[in-house]
């Protein structure tokens, strides 16, 4: 496991982690971990959301900007089955490490990697515009 562990360590972008000295673990976990994870994985997201726009009839496309942000968060917040998809995609590009320490207190951790994520795909919006 280990040589598994190290590759998918050095496929991850190197991303500013600043921390202090009161940063809690998770905090340290999603600066270490789920961020270079989630800019790792920013183009299979995007992918994903935009499938998930076509089988909801692209009624996306049809929505204001302002709505279009509420319709994202609302798909990571409220379809469980796309949110654990979602979990998926990022919980396998854990070493054996870090998918122990994930499970010490996944709910919390969930908590900040759907934010991080739904932050991702906000920021990227303009990439959903219909061709």
Known sequence: MKNRDELLVKLRPEIDKVTYKNTSKQEIFQNSCLRPIIVLQRDLLIAVFKNYFKKHKNMFFE???????????????RDMKFRNSLKGIIIGMFSLEEYLTYTQDSSAINKRMMHLVKEQIQQHIQVFEKS
Request: charged content about 25%; hydrophobic content about 45%.
């Open 63 to 77: 929505l204001t900007a302002e709505k279009r942000l509420v319709y994202i968060e609302n798909a990571i917040q």
